[in-house]
């Protein structure tokens, strides 16, 4: 089984911080892609990432892909209140059917 | 857009009942998973099906079933609850080929 790994699991800052979130893993992956999920709602995708060391920028969110496909970063800038919610990275194994889902990282912003 | 739709936000149950919960589809996926979700476990996946009535066990299928009678309909079936199957579940599908989840809202189930 491939497992990933999420860090940090809690983050609380204030309007205007940087953060990065990490998600690691021994196992190689086809691709990565990146959830966020708001309370009472399911996981809406962000991004997919698929080459390694892929970075793809989202307004103010930056993801990387690592060079080997085994990690990534989700690093988020001047972070709003609005971006408050659960983040979690999935990595997609070969077949492309399955997905393996990282514990997630618990987001707060405060105004 | 595609819509996944999980028949019930919230649900109570009493210990040794059957729970039945249903998810539906609208965009002619093939393949559909049920997933619980759990803090700090991210999401841990119990069956997938990727046809009609095709079925294949995920990480954590113990104590669980599915049915998929329609291509659009992916049922879990708790044949007898027990309080440690307190959870959120979420229903997902996606294309044949395809990577991306498309994920309900959830359902929140508490087995009293």
């Known amino acids: 089984t491939q497992l990933l790994e999420q860090s940090p699991q809690f983050l609380s800052i204030q309007e205007g911080e940087n953060l990065t979130v990490y998600c690691n893993s021994s196992?190689?992956?086809?691709?990565l892609q990146w959830y966020r999920q708001e309370p009472g709602e399911g996981p809406v995708l962000l991004v997919t990432?698929?080459?390694?060391?892929e970075v793809k920028k989202l307004k103010r969110l930056t993801f990387q892909f690592g060079d080997a496909r085994k990690d990534s970063s989700l690093h988020i800038t001047a972070a709003q209140p609005g971006d408050t919610g659960l983040y979690l990275c999935?990595?997609?194994?070969?077949?492309?059917?399955?997905?393996?889902f990282g514990g997630g990282t618990r987001l707060m912003v405060k105004p | 857009d595609v819509k996944v739709t999980q028949s019930s936000r919230y649900l109570v149950k009493r210990t040794g009942e059957k729970v039945f919960l249903e998810c539906v589809q609208d965009?002619?996926?093939?393949?559909m998973f049920w997933y619980r979700q759990d803090p700090g476990l991210g999401l841990r996946l119990i069956y997938f099906s990727y046809d009609v009535k095709m079925k294949e066990k995920g990480d954590i299928p113990e104590g669980y079933s599915v049915s998929r009678e329609k291509k659009e309909r992916f049922s879990l079936i708790l044949e007898s609850a027990s309080t440690n199957q307190t959870s959120m579940y979420l229903c997902?599908?996606?294309w044949g080929g395809g990577y991306i989840q498309y994920f309900g809202a959830g359902t929140r189930l508490s087995v009293l």
């Open positions: 990432v698929v080459t390694g060391g």
């Open positions: 196992s190689v992956f086809s691709s």
């Open positions: 965009m002619d996926h093939e393949n």
């Open positions: 999935a990595g997609e194994d070969n077949a492309g059917n399955m997905l393996t």
């Open positions: 997902a599908s996606s």
